[in-house]
């Protein structure tokens, strides 16, 4: 069992940044691949980014190649999501997620998210 708790969103002006934490409970976050997606107000929830579980390998939608890098620290049991160059259409609650095997499709646990706000 994994509980995963967000923090870091809040309001920013287009072109700003935020840093997005994911805090994990457990003694095992190291053997999970995680995840950010994120929900905008009316749309379905989307992939944002993905690392593996040593955070060698990571993986973006298109739509945030380039602006946002998502990394992990084991020791700590925390993932981050690093986003720059915001643009109003990034607001979302944003959500991270754990799965157990880098290589299936469904997430096995997620976060309550938090909310991402970017202003024109």
């Known amino acids: 069992q994994v509980q995963l708790v967000e923090s870091g969103g809040g309001l920013v002006q287009a072109g700003g940044s935020l840093r997005l934490s994911c805090a994990a409970s457990g003694r095992s976050f190291s053997s999970y691949a995680m995840g950010w997606f994120r929900q905008a107000p009316g749309k379905e929830r989307e992939f944002v980014a993905t690392i593996n579980r040593n955070g060698g390998s990571t993986y973006y939608a298109d739509s945030v190649k380039g602006r946002f890098t998502i990394s992990r620290d084991n020791a700590k049991n925390t993932v981050y999501l690093q986003m720059n160059s915001l643009k109003p259409e990034d607001t979302a609650v944003y959500y991270c997620?754990?799965?157990?095997?880098?290589?299936?499709?469904?997430?096995?646990?997620w976060g309550q998210g938090t909310q991402v706000t970017v202003s024109s």
């Open positions: 997620a754990a799965k157990k095997y880098q290589g299936q499709l469904t997430y096995d646990y």
